[in-house]
Nanobody, 114 residues
Framework: QVQLVESGGGLVQPGGSLRLSCVASGRTISTTIIDWFRQAPGKEREFVARSSWRSGSTYYADSVKGRFTISRDNAKNTVYLQMNSLKPEDTGVYYC???????WGQGTQVTVSS
């Protein structure tokens, strides 16, 4: 099992940036696929980005491609989500997850509003 703790959310104006962090414990992330999801009010949880350890590849939802970047620091057992050019529709609770272990963090709120 792995425990995940997100941080870095907050209130930002449209066009602004935030960097979310996901610190893992109980398991090294160097051999783990880590995903970011988000859930907007009244909507289902949706996939945002993936960091694949095996190939080093990253994957993004079309809605965030070119604006968000997922990265990892294996030495710190931490995965990041750099979010640029934020839009109001990016508002929601952001979760990191190791989906093949059904491990989820508690989430961090991101609000994009003027």
């Amino acid at each position: 099992q792995v425990q995940l703790v997100e941080s870095g959310g907050g209130l930002v104006q449209p066009g602004g940036s935030l960097r979310l962090s996901c610190v893992a414990s109980g398991r090294t992330i160097s051999t783990t696929i880590i995903d970011w999801f988000r859930q907007a009010p009244g909507k289902e949880r949706e996939f945002v980005a993936r960091s694949s350890w095996r190939s080093g590849s990253t994957y993004y939802a079309d809605s965030v491609k070119g604006r968000f970047t997922i990265s990892r620091d294996n030495a710190k057992n931490t995965v990041y989500l750099q979010m640029n050019s934020l839009k109001p529709e990016d508002t929601g609770v952001y979760y990191c997850a190791v989906t093949n272990l059904n491990s989820w963090g508690q989430g961090t709120q991101v609000t994009v509003s003027s």
